[in-house]
């Protein structure tokens, strides 16, 4: 059976995940001290980390195969062609915000970078939510988005777990449940 071009570039969306995972499991190793458990991805990506760099290379097929992966979806309802196109534009914002505006420094350091990167994750976790409850809504109407449902809807479950996770779990334990977040 011979793949459709949209089924080559599928792969993107694979490509892409691993690009995030690489930079989010291997950049602490360029990162003296960086304790996983309790620090948020974003100190990785902070403009003094040590792993900025790595993080830079490991990360750089993340939001760009992402993209393209999703702009080539241009089939089914357009319940779900809505909500993939508000995920894609989450994607865009995610990879121009937090490339313009990353952290001053590990934490929040309170200056103006500090507060248009916690902006960007305001507007990027709104979209998330919107673009996420959006295909959830396809799948639930229509048979043929099914799947792409409830992907979404382990999505957002793992995004609402790690959120109600950061505020009931020790600070210590933080950097795991917002990873459930983030990923």
Request: glycine share 8%.
């Amino acid at each position: 059976m011979k793949k459709t071009l949209v089924q080559k570039l599928g792969l993107l969306g694979v490509l892409s995940f691993l690009s995030y995972a690489a930079a989010v499991f291997v950049s602490p190793l360029a990162y003296p001290g960086y304790n996983p458990l309790a620090q948020a991805v974003s100190d990785l990506s902070a403009a003094d980390a040590p792993s900025l760099a790595l993080w830079n290379r490991l990360s750089a097929d993340y939001n760009v195969c992402e993209v393209v992966c999703i702009g080539m979806q241009n089939r089914k309802t357009k319940l779900l062609r809505t909500g993939v196109r508000l995920f894609a534009l989450m994607q865009w914002i995610s990879a121009i915000g937090y490339r313009m505006f990353p952290l001053s420094t590990s934490g929040y350091a309170g200056t103006f970078q500090d507060a248009m990167h916690m902006a960007t994750t305001a507007v990027v976790v709104l979209l998330s939510i919107v673009s996420l409850s959006v295909v959830i809504l396809a799948g639930v109407k229509a048979r043929d988005c099914r799947a792409y449902g409830i992907c979404a809807g382990i999505a957002l479950a793992m995004m609402l777990t790690g959120a109600v996770g950061m505020k009931l779990v020790p600070a210590s334990y933080f950097g795991v449940v917002e990873r459930c977040s983030v990923f």
